[in-house]
């Protein structure tokens, strides 16, 4: 089945303590990308990646890493994690990164820093 | 300025009636595309339309269709024969940049829809 495959669905940490939360797509998909979503602003793009080893960043990179050795893999790491980065966090993925290519999403990873 | 607005936080529609969810854009590139996304309660985010800024006709996909007014920048989602299942979160998005190679998809702050029986 194609997917995109987020772990964990749901996270509880502390501040401070590094974490990385896993995406893998099955569809040979060139674009990937880390959203998060926080009630009232929407969903809003922390990094995306156009290919292998070519990263960017979105509108809320700031205290987030990624990276993209692989074209499947696109983890999101949180060197120091603060409470306000507690949020709902999709990855997602399309065929290529130009305009008629519908994002498929994950399923969620819901996390809380205390 | 905001590049997608949704004005409507929440809508309520009878089941087996149609329903109109508003969405305008603002962009000045020539070649963007636009997207619907639904979200029920459990959170996962289900494609459910797209439209090309070129594309002459209307697009539509099963019961979901969109009304795209280029001139007008909207691209409202019409939903026809509401189910009960159709209660969710829907978001509208825009995708710029297709001749350039580059893109994002930018997210307005959705529409929440109930169908009551």
């Known amino acids: 089945e194609a997917q995109v495959t987020q772990n964990p669905r749901y996270l509880i940490t502390v501040t401070g303590k590094k974490l990385t939360v896993t995406c893998s797509q099955n569809?040979?998909?060139?674009?990937m990308s880390w959203y998060r979503q926080d009630p009232g602003l929407g969903l809003r793009q922390i990094y995306y990646?156009?290919?292998?080893?070519?990263?960017d960043k979105g509108d809320v990179p700031e205290g987030y890493k990624v990276s993209r050795k692989e074209k499947r893999n696109f983890p999101l790491i949180l060197e120091s994690p603060s409470p306000n980065q507690t949020s709902l966090y999709f990855c997602?993925?399309?065929?290529?990164?130009?305009?008629?290519?519908?994002?498929?999403f994950g399923n969620g990873t819901r996390l809380t820093v205390t | 300025a905001q590049k997608i607005t949704q004005t409507q936080p929440g809508m309520f529609v009878q089941e087996k009636e149609a329903v109109t969810l508003d969405c305008t854009y603002d962009?000045?590139?020539?070649?963007?595309?636009l997207f619907w996304y639904k979200q029920p309660s459990s959170g996962e985010m289900i494609f459910l339309i797209y439209?090309?800024?070129?594309?002459?006709q209307n697009a539509t996909e099963g019961r979901y269709s969109l009304n795209f007014q280029k001139a007008r920048k909207s691209a409202n989602l019409v939903i026809s024969a509401s189910q009960l299942g159709d209660s969710a979160m829907y978001f509208c998005?825009?995708?710029?940049?297709?001749?350039?190679?580059?893109?994002?998809?930018?997210f307005g702050k959705g529409t929440m829809l109930l169908v009551s029986p």
């Open positions: 997602a993925s399309s065929l290529s990164g130009i305009g008629d290519s519908p994002l498929h």
């Open positions: 569809m040979n998909h060139e674009y």
């Open positions: 990646s156009m290919n292998v080893e070519v990263t």
């Open positions: 962009t000045s590139d020539p070649s963007y595309g």
């Open positions: 439209q090309g800024s070129y594309d002459q």
């Open positions: 998005a825009m995708r710029e940049g297709r001749d350039s190679g580059y893109s994002t998809l930018t």
